[in-house]
């Protein structure tokens, strides 16, 4: 019988059970979350949902988006969907088991946002035991169709979000638009290189790329910095435009 964590998000205010052993989400999920725009509603999308820690932090954030997550694994969408219902969720937030890159006819449409936490390792890393950590950490040579997907279910004017290895956005940049886009680094610390990053990009904007200034998570003695504590634990977003 698989072993499960209850994990609390956003200062309590969203509660997840997540597998003990396996892929877990964290830091990245909220951080990704907090980057997408905040709005009047709309429809959301993300792709390789896990959980849904990262849908639910949004929808938690943003109470008038309806968020729908695609999870390859059934048994992760099982639990996904159960822990929308445990926040209150479920006729907001929905996950559904399918391959992202095979989407049902229902799903290929455009979507006000998406986004995605691919799996950060490509060919490169040893792999783990576990099957489904596996699948979630590596990509299997495919970042460039994980990115090209999430694209290509933007409407004209919405945003597609991911969050990236740094040393992954050479990759990145060659598949995704020239312009309409912004970096965010996520530093670990303030004189530490960046090892995680976030990439925004706005459909149809003529926008030069901008790197921005990013977010500093951790001071000198571990703690979070304030700025990061704000994310994290009271729900603040991150202001990418």
């Not at 979000?161 to 990145?172: C, N, P, S, V, Y």
């Amino acid at each position: 019988m698989s072993a499960f964590t209850e994990d609390r998000f956003l200062g309590g205010r969203v509660h997840v059970r997540q597998l003990a052993d396996g892929f877990r989400s964290g830091l990245d999920a909220v951080m990704l979350a907090a980057a997408i725009p905040s709005g009047n509603g709309g429809d959301v999308l993300e792709l390789g949902a896990g959980t849904g820690v990262a849908s639910l932090c949004l929808a938690a954030r943003v109470p008038t988006y309806s968020v729908t997550g695609i999870e390859i694994d059934a048994a992760l969408t099982d639990l996904a969907n159960a822990n929308a219902k445990t926040n209150g969720m479920p006729a907001r937030v929905r996950f559904v088991a399918n391959d992202i890159f095979a989407l049902p006819a229902e799903l290929k449409r455009d979507f006000a946002h998406v986004f995605c936490n691919p799996p950060f390792h490509g060919v490169d890393g040893l792999a783990p035991p576990d099957a489904g950590r596996e699948r979630a950490l590596h990509d299997g040579g495919r970042l460039a169709d994980w990115l090209e997907t999430g694209v290509r279910r933007v409407v004209s004017g919405g945003t597609f979000t991911t969050i990236l290895r740094a040393d992954r956005l050479g990759e990145a940049l060659a598949v995704l638009p020239p312009t309409g886009g912004v970096v965010f680094p996520l530093w670990p610390r303030i004189d530490a290189p960046a090892k995680r990053l976030i990439l925004q990009f706005r459909k149809g904007s003529r926008a030069a790329l901008a790197v921005l200034p990013g977010l500093v998570l951790h001071e000198d003695d571990g703690e979070y910095t304030r700025a990061a504590d704000a994310v994290l634990r009271r729900s603040a977003s991150l202001a990418l435009w």
